[in-house]
């Protein structure tokens, strides 16, 4: 897991041009996708997964979903998905893991009522198998990684290194997003999320993993940026992924980067020495003129749409109805499906055909809290207290995990305006769980407690 200035900057240009071969050549992201596989494959096979080089692909595969889905790379919608679960699974092989995860273990035992119940369902225009695998690969996807990550020790630059490795590839993304639509006045007449902007794909998905790269590039610059090279390059893409993330109108992404930053600094302060503390008085102050100043440039571009749409106001400056874009309305038909199925549920994976029948509503949920509870009822509630509760326990002896809070916002957040539709909330949330050193240990065996 060792990296240089040269190899950093040489990665970040090889991406900007995996971009624009991938614009020319569309058929190459499928190329593209699988060699990521076999690459990925070959560099855990010959080094035994030593250094935990799984977390460095599987973060890799978290940072190019997006990427792969807007130019047709992906094999199918959960492609990524499991392959994360395929590399965790294979760092398990190799590098075994904590006997303590079995809380992970038992999450999963809670998923298995409400398969049963949707194996029995017999409706002809209800896909069983697709919508087991829609709603549950990403709870396995969480609940495989967390077990391989829980209290799994790492070192804090390490961790940084697979933050790199989800980086690299939203390069990629938010220069194919520039080739897609390098003039955003031009395509913004409302305040509704865009798909020009978004590089014709979903803009909530493209915001998320834009967000996610925000604050990757934050991290890169205020603590790994020891040249003025790395701080104008690490500043620049900071300032163009947030541009970018914030043009596509999707709020979750940039809301929740945001937070993931303020919590860093918070915790970044909190722990500093008083001379540390003073110096963190400029990194505040920079930090805003950088919002301030890609906000204002974005405002210019959208012509000031951007800043009703954030103050929930159509082109006119009409005050919607609801905030959330329709999504209260399912989170409310979900309690109440909830409310009159609380010990069982209705089966994972049967939300919208039940909506559909009872309200008419045949959206897919984007609020993975108000799923778990209609699908899978009390277990439901058992498997959310679980994965709310246990990366705290591991945080009291955990005190050196300075992005642990940053993680576990993302997840939250994210899970509540975009469910688990990529992997990245299931990756991020295990990142939660490792047990972090800043220092050097006078041994640095890869064990796990």
């Known amino acids: 897991m060792k990296n240089t200035k040269s190899s950093y900057s040489f990665l970040l240009l090889i991406h900007a041009v995996i971009a624009l071969v991938v614009f020319t050549i569309p058929f ?3 190329l593209y996708a699988l060699l990521i596989l076999v690459v990925g494959f070959f560099i855990v096979y010959r ?8 977390l460095l692909v599987a973060g890799y595969l978290v940072g190019v979903e997006v990427f ?4 047709g790379g992906n094999l199918n919608n959960e492609f990524v998905k499991f392959g994360v679960t395929f590399f965790m699974l294979l760092g398990m092989i190799y590098s075994n893991f ?4 079995f809380i992970y273990w038992f999450f999963l035992i809670l998923l298995i009522p409400s398969i049963l119940i949707t194996s029995t369902v017999f409706n002809p225009s209800v896909d069983i198998k697709k919508s087991l695998v829609f709603n549950l690969s990403g709870p396995v996807c969480l609940a495989i990684s967390s077990i391989y990550m829980f209290r799994r020790r790492i070192l804090f630059s390490d961790l940084q290194n697979v933050l790199v490795a989800m980086g690299l590839p939203l390069v990629s993304t938010t220069v194919y997003l520039f080739l897609f639509n390098p003039s955003v006045r031009d395509v913004v007449t409302g305040t509704q999320s865009n798909f020009e902007t978004s590089g014709g794909f979903g803009p909530n998905q493209v915001s998320t993993a834009l967000g996610l790269g925000m604050f990757v590039f934050f991290t890169q610059l205020i603590l790994f940026s020891k040249s003025k090279k790395a701080i104008i390059i690490n500043g620049f893409l900071l300032l163009f992924m947030t541009y970018r993330g914030i043009v596509t109108f999707s709020r979750g992404g940039v809301i929740t980067a945001a937070v993931m930053i303020v919590c860093l600094l918070a915790l970044l302060y909190s722990f500093s020495n008083a001379r540390g503390k003073s110096k963190f008085v400029l990194v505040f102050i920079v930090t805003g003129i950088m919002g301030v100043g890609v906000w204002g440039y974005s405002s210019i571009q959208t012509n000031g749409l951007i800043q009703k749409r954030y103050a929930n106001q159509d082109a006119a400056g009409r005050v919607k109805k609801d905030r959330l874009g329709g999504r209260e309305e399912i989170m409310g038909e979900e309690i ?3 409310m009159d ?6 089966g994972a994976g049967m939300g919208k055909q039940v909506r559909k029948e009872t309200f008419g509503e045949s959206a897919a949920s984007h609020n993975e809290i108000t799923r778990m509870l209609s699908e899978h009822g009390l277990f439901g509630i ?3 207290a679980l994965l709310f509760i246990t990366p705290f326990v591991v945080y009291v002896n955990n005190r050196q995990h300075l992005y642990f809070l940053s993680f576990f916002i993302f997840w939250l957040l994210t899970i509540n305006h975009a469910a688990m ?9 295990a990142l939660s769980l490792l047990l972090v050193q800043v220092k050097i240990p006078e041994k640095t065996e890869n064990l796990i407690d």
């Open 98 to 101: 904590s006997t303590n995860a």
């Open 336 to 338: 109440t499906i909830f």
């Open 28 to 30: 190459l992201s499928k």
């Open 341 to 346: 199925n609380p010990i069982l549920g209705i």
């Open 421 to 429: 539709r990529t992997a990245a909330p299931a990756f991020v949330y």
């Open 47 to 54: 080094t035994k997964n030593k250094n935990n080089e799984v």
């Open 382 to 384: 058992f498997g959310l």
């Open 68 to 71: 792969l889905r807007m130019t």
